[in-house]
């Protein structure tokens, strides 16, 4: 992908990124598959300065755009936490949790009215900035993550992406958890079947500048289980289960998503599976 067809994509990028980044707009920067587990990932790590620009710069935090996400972020956290409180029998008071790259603390927010023993760890200095303000128990480095745990819940919203060593990552939320511990991991879905349309549609999840690692359940599941987390399945977790009956602009459509869902509702009657995603993955520690 060119540097203008990754601006031109994200709407969130202010039209002077150009000049933010020094760049002319036809730099080029691949995203790759590796031939022998077809794991997709960016091929070159940005620079720490060049990431610092683009997240504390280049995105435009007072979009009308921007402003309306943040707004509309707490709706799809407050679901899966009111199901990780389901998991945890509603028992929030004597949580100890980490929100891992916590942004500007939605999450944390909401666990912290609820009572829950929050440490919001982010790397971004404007980002710590307004957590702190916001009275929200900020830490800055995994020395400090260390110090504060160990943790009953660890909360990894949409961060795994962006880390250049995910295996890393997770090691350390091995380290630092409870027996029991419950992760909740939240990363743009890239099955195989989507690949394709993703990349034709030049969807802005494609971004070798912030996004890393292209996650699919496989190998997310792999990932986490290599650090004894096994996966929790959406059977269990207490939600609506998804079959994929979803809103069709014509019948035709609708008359096909309602022929797969309903074998996908005798799959579940069978065997108890549904339909699941990397978007809202939840792991328990298994030591």
């Given at each position: 992908?060119?540097?203008?067809?990754?601006?031109?994509?994200?709407?969130?990028?202010?039209?002077?990124?150009?000049?933010?980044?020094?760049?002319?707009?036809?730099?080029?920067?691949?995203?790759?598959?590796?031939?022998?587990?077809?794991?997709?990932?960016?091929?070159?790590l940005?620079?720490?300065?060049?990431?610092?620009?683009?997240?504390?710069?280049?995105?435009?935090?007072?979009?009308?755009?921007?402003?309306?996400?943040?707004?509309?972020?707490?709706?799809?956290?407050?679901?899966?936490?009111?199901?990780?409180?389901?998991?945890?029998?509603?028992n929030?008071?004597?949580?100890?949790?980490?929100?891992?790259g916590?942004?500007?603390?939605?999450?944390?927010?909401?666990?912290?009215a609820?009572?829950?023993?929050?440490?919001?760890?982010?790397?971004?200095?404007?980002?710590?900035?307004?957590?702190?303000?916001?009275?929200?128990?900020?830490?800055?480095s995994?020395?400090?993550?260390i110090q504060?745990?160990?943790?009953s819940?660890?909360?990894?919203?949409?961060?795994?992406?962006?880390?250049?060593?995910?295996?890393?990552?997770?090691?350390?939320?091995?380290?630092?958890?409870?027996?029991?511990?419950?992760?909740?991991?939240?990363?743009?879905?890239?099955?195989?079947?989507?690949?394709?349309?993703?990349?034709?549609?030049?969807d802005?999840?494609?971004?070798?500048?912030?996004?890393?690692?292209?996650?699919d359940?496989?190998?997310?599941?792999?990932?986490?289980?290599?650090?004894?987390?096994?996966?929790?399945?959406?059977?269990?977790?207490?939600?609506?289960?998804?079959?994929?009956?979803?809103?069709?602009?014509?019948?035709?459509?609708?008359?096909?998503?309602?022929?797969i869902?309903?074998?996908?509702?005798?799959?579940?009657?069978?065997?108890?599976?549904?339909?699941?995603?990397?978007?809202?993955?939840?792991?328990?520690?298994?030591?």
């Open positions: 992908m060119s540097a203008r067809q990754i601006a031109n994509n994200n709407w969130s990028y202010r039209d002077n990124y150009q000049s933010l980044l020094k760049l002319s707009g036809d730099e080029l920067y691949d995203i790759v598959k590796c031939t022998e587990c077809d794991f997709i990932y960016s091929k070159d940005p620079s720490p300065d060049f990431l610092s620009l683009v997240y504390d710069k280049v995105i435009d935090l007072s979009s009308e755009q921007s402003l309306a996400q943040y707004k509309n972020e707490y709706s799809r956290r407050l679901d899966y936490l009111s199901i990780l409180s389901r998991l945890l029998n509603d929030t008071m004597a949580l100890k949790a980490l929100d891992f916590a942004g500007f603390g939605q999450t944390s927010k909401i666990m912290q609820l009572g829950v023993d929050v440490a919001a760890y982010e790397t971004s200095a404007l980002r710590r900035s307004s957590l702190s303000e916001l009275g929200i128990n900020t830490v800055s995994i020395e400090q993550i504060n745990g160990p943790y819940v660890i909360i990894c919203d949409n961060v795994l992406e962006h880390v250049p060593e995910p295996n890393k990552v997770i090691e350390l939320f091995e380290s630092i958890s409870q027996a029991n511990t419950i992760v909740f991991i939240s990363v743009p879905s890239y099955e195989k079947h989507e690949v394709d349309r993703s990349v034709a549609a030049l802005m999840s494609l971004n070798p500048w912030e996004h890393l690692n292209y996650f359940k496989q190998h997310l599941d792999l990932l986490l289980a290599k650090y004894n987390f096994d996966v929790i399945p959406a059977s269990q977790l207490g939600a609506d289960i998804n079959i994929g009956l979803r809103c069709e602009s014509n019948a035709f459509a609708r008359l096909k998503n309602a022929a869902s309903c074998l996908r509702l005798l799959r579940f009657v069978a065997k108890g599976t549904c339909v699941e995603s990397v978007n809202r993955r939840f792991y328990r520690l298994n030591k």
